[in-house]
């Protein structure tokens, strides 16, 4: 089946660094992918959906400038969290749909985010 | 933006035991999903609803998607610890935007 991988699992950094999450589909090409966050024993909240090859949109009260999006490829988008905070720490996870099927998500096994 | 309440939020109970668990929106969805999520990894489908009045059985998980298309059940017959994490129901949007309920996390103890 479907597999998308998530890079790294779990990030500390400090305060003002910037952070890069990868997300990949392995065995198929993601035309859409969208990216979440969740806070502990929350559910998932859309930030942003990725288009490969345009610009990412992003949900209302996402900050752009902030969560940086880049689908470059059919198959790897990239979340970057610029000058993070302790506040931006959570879970992030992605998820890929390829073309077609209309139940197609796919998730990675997210990655905890940890600014100090 | 729609929303998608589940009730309950919160359940503990005992090996067992049988429960239920409800997804409800004011809208309606061509498609409903449930999925499971354990602790530091993403959520995993469980199925997927199409037609209003469906039911789908999955072992011990039986799924139903309303006459309407507004909401959703999932009972769980025969509750294991192996059962427990966060169950989330989640229905597509526009864009093919994914957009999850608020989840119930569920606990079940020896």
């Known amino acids: 089946g479907a597999v998308v991988s998530q890079h790294p699992s779990w990030v500390i950094c400090k305060s003002g660094t910037s952070v890069k999450i990868e997300c990949r589909s392995l065995?198929?090409?993601?035309?859409?992918m969208f990216w979440y966050r969740q806070f502990p024993k929350q559910s998932l909240m859309l930030m942003a959906t990725?288009?490969?090859?345009?610009?990412?949109?992003?949900e209302q009260g996402v900050e752009k400038d902030k969560f940086l999006i880049n689908h470059a490829s059919l198959t790897l988008s990239t979340l970057t969290v610029t000058s993070a905070h302790p506040e931006d720490s959570s879970f992030y996870i992605c998820?890929?749909?390829?073309?077609?099927?209309?139940?197609?998500?796919?998730f990675g096994s997210g990655t905890r985010l940890t600014v100090v | 933006t729609q929303l998608l309440e589940q009730s309950p939020q919160f359940l503990s109970i005992q090996e067992g035991e049988n429960l239920t668990v409800y997804c409800n929106s004011s809208?309606?969805?061509?498609?409903l999903q449930w999925y499971r999520q354990e602790p530091g990894e993403g959520p995993v489908l469980l199925v997927t609803?199409?037609?209003?009045?469906e039911v789908k059985k999955l072992k011990r998980l039986t799924f139903q998607f309303g006459d309407a298309r507004k909401d959703s059940s999932l009972h769980i017959t025969a509750a294991q610890p192996g059962d427990t994490g966060l169950y989330l129901c989640?229905?597509?949007?526009?864009?093919?935007?994914?957009?999850f309920g608020t989840g119930t996390q569920l606990k079940v103890e020896l």
């Open positions: 998820s890929a749909r390829g073309g077609g099927s209309n139940y197609g998500y796919t």
């Open positions: 065995d198929f090409q993601a035309t859409t």
């Open positions: 990725s288009n490969e090859g345009s610009k990412a949109t992003y």
């Open positions: 809208s309606v969805f061509s498609s």
């Open positions: 609803v199409v037609t209003g009045g």
């Open positions: 989640a229905a597509g949007g526009g864009g093919n935007k994914l957009t």
